[in-house]
Nanobody, 117 residues
Framework: QVQLVESGGGLVQAGGSLRLSCVASGSTFSINVVGWYRQAPGKQRELVAR???????NYADSVKGRFTISRDNAKNTVYLQMNSLKPEDTAVYYC???????????WGQGTQVTVSS
């Protein structure tokens, strides 16, 4: 059974930083695409960043230059370093893993990030 467990969310002032972590189990992590999505109240879930097995990355335009995604295959973990946070970054952040082998997608339970102005 695949599980994704996020941590690292919280309350921070604008301009501050947070690092989110997501530990995966139950799947061959190293071959999967992993990423972070977020959903603000009243809005659709959107891609924040993702990284492939070959370390190619994609970022939403709104976070380029501020957020950095990375992965540690030895620890089955994906990270999202968030710097220069803005109030509009406030959302529930979800870890996502997609398996190219099975074409299944998996989600974590979400972690709240709140940025105060």
């Amino acid at each position: 059974q695949v599980q994704l467990v996020e941590s690292g969310g919280g309350l921070v002032q604008a301009g501050g930083s947070l690092r989110l972590s997501c530990v995966a189990s139950g799947s061959t992590f190293s071959i999967n695409v992993v990423g972070w999505y977020r959903q603000a109240p009243g809005k659709q879930r959107e891609l924040v960043a993702r990284v492939s097995s070959g370390l190619s990355t994609n970022y939403a335009d709104s976070v380029k230059g501020r957020f950095t995604i990375s992965r540690d295959n030895a620890k089955n973990t994906v990270y999202l370093q968030m710097n220069s946070l803005k109030p509009e970054d406030t959302a529930v952040y979800y870890c996502n893993m997609w398996s190219p082998a099975t074409r299944d997608a998996y989600w974590g339970q979400g972690t709240q990030v709140t940025v105060s102005s």
